[in-house]
């Protein structure tokens, strides 16, 4: 709480925050799902109480799933999918993200948005890349095409002259 009262004092220093995933302990394999949604929910909820008005972009750490490292392609349905953090996710991040984000983040965890007219953020799925995700011992080709995604967000970048922070 002691850095949340801090950027709230200096909130006038910076228009927007990245939040870079790995909220919950790292206490692995007693977590589960439910205890990951709750960190979820409250993490972003005392980022809003302390950053009231300002932009917040997350991206998903390799600690959100349960058990950790666990996240299945798109193509994995049921039970054993991932859509419960990324439907959450969706829901709790909803305020600063467009429509086309949303769909991204709930398909497989990525999305972009415009952070000001000439300024992208991309937040991807690095998870995807994590090779204790045993996911990809199934398909490890382009889960969710997020690879060839972002080309073409960065093509569209490119074209327009637009600067792209990734996260």
């Not at 006038?12 to 439910?34: C, E, K």
């Not at 929910?41 to 932009?55: D, E, F």
Request: aromatic residues 12%; contains cysteine; hydrophobic residues 40%.
């Amino acid at each position: 709480i002691n850095l949340m009262k801090h950027l709230n004092k200096t909130s006038d220093q910076f228009d927007w925050v990245y939040v870079t995933g790995d909220l919950p302990a790292h206490n692995d394999w007693s977590q589960t799902r439910d205890d990951q949604i709750e960190v979820l929910v409250n993490m972003t909820t005392v980022i809003k109480t302390y950053l009231p008005g300002k932009q917040i972009y997350f991206s998903i750490g390799n600690h959100e799933s349960a058990p950790v490292n666990s996240f299945p392609p798109p193509f994995i349905t049921g039970k054993e999918s991932i859509s419960w953090l990324l439907d959450k996710s969706a829901e709790v991040w909803g305020e600063w993200l467009t429509d086309d984000a949303i769909k991204t983040l709930k398909k497989a965890g990525y999305y972009s948005v415009y952070v000001k007219p000439d300024l992208k953020v991309i937040s991807l799925q690095t998870n995807f890349c994590n090779k204790e995700n045993w996911w990809l011992l199934i398909n490890s080709t382009d889960p969710g095409d997020m690879l060839k995604w972002l080309i073409d967000e960065l093509l569209d970048a490119e074209k327009k002259g637009e600067k792209v922070h990734i996260i």
